[in-house]
């Protein structure tokens, strides 16, 4: 039998102190066996192989943050507040350069419904249609797979904005992962 990796250790150390089993030294990190022995005085079912307690601690984190060390906690914060920067950013950009107005969400669509919608097999035919018309080619920026870009069909008018053109094939346009995911849901521009 292997060690215990320590983050998994910590993660488990944290969890048992939470629940009042642990009562040691508080700083110090304990020793395979003593952890494991406590673990089993919680539930005599609990694994002892280190790869299984390394799946036990990831769904312990899962359920509960405050287990993750401190560091995983703030790169996990300071992560999520770039990405919400970055898309504010770009919101303001948007209202600044467009003249238009941010579009406004269709009713009927939901994340939930697009999600069904694109493991389609009237999607998966209706973009296959597309790639042949118009080749597997960035209208936007010109790259192909060749330069190491994912292709993506895009809705011209997003699925957000026109659910009803979901299946227009005037409605799609080839573009690479960069260029859709720059125009998200905020633009409808036709670069054929
Ligand atoms: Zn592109």
């Known amino acids: 039998m292997g060690l ?19 009562k040691g030294e508080k700083w110090l990190l304990p020793n395979d066996q003593s952890v494991i022995a406590a ?20 769904d312990l984190v899962a359920q509960d943050s405050s287990l993750a ?11 999520k507040r770039d990405r919400e920067n970055a898309l504010n950013a770009q919101r303001v950009l948007v209202s600044i350069v467009s003249p238009v107005e941010l579009p406004k969400k269709d009713a009927s669509y939901s994340s939930e419904a697009y999600a069904d919608f694109i493991r389609s097999e009237a999607w998966r035919g209706i973009r296959y249609l597309a790639l042949r018309l118009y080749g597997n ?19 011209i008018k997003p699925c957000s904005v026109d659910w009803s053109r979901r299946l227009d094939l005037l409605n799609l346009q080839v573009l690479c992962e ?4 720059g125009k998200s849901n905020l633009f409808s521009d036709d670069w054929r």
């Open 4 to 22: 215990i990796r320590c983050k998994t250790k910590w993660v488990l150390y944290r969890w048992l102190r939470k629940r009042g089993v642990w």
């Open 39 to 58: 673990l089993k005085s919680v539930d005599s079912q609990f694994p002892t192989d280190p790869a299984a307690l390394d799946a036990v601690a990831t």
């Open 69 to 79: 060390s401190g560091g995983e906690k703030l790169l996990g914060k300071s992560a």
């Open 137 to 155: 080619k960035c209208r936007a920026c010109g790259r192909t797979p060749a330069n190491g870009v994912q292709i993506h069909v895009d809705h």
């Open 178 to 181: 960069d260029c859709n995911l």
